[in-house]
């Protein structure tokens, strides 16, 4: 699960750079940059726990 929430992460930060740099989308990219950020903070909470 962290894994994936990891790749999540990074997906959406890259498409928010994208759209950053590229043409602006409205709130929709602000909006997956903080889920993104989100993600990255439980996984660092988390901890990476084997299960």
Known sequence: MGNLLY???VIL?????IGFI???VGGLIH????V???AILL???QGR???
């Open 7 to 9: 790749l999540i992460a």
């Open 13 to 17: 930060i890259i498409f928010w750079l």
């Open 22 to 24: 590229g043409y602006s």
């Open 31 to 34: 909006i997956l940059l903080v």
């Open 36 to 38: 993104a950020i989100i």
């Open 43 to 45: 996984r660092i909470i």
């Open 49 to 51: 726990r084997v299960l």
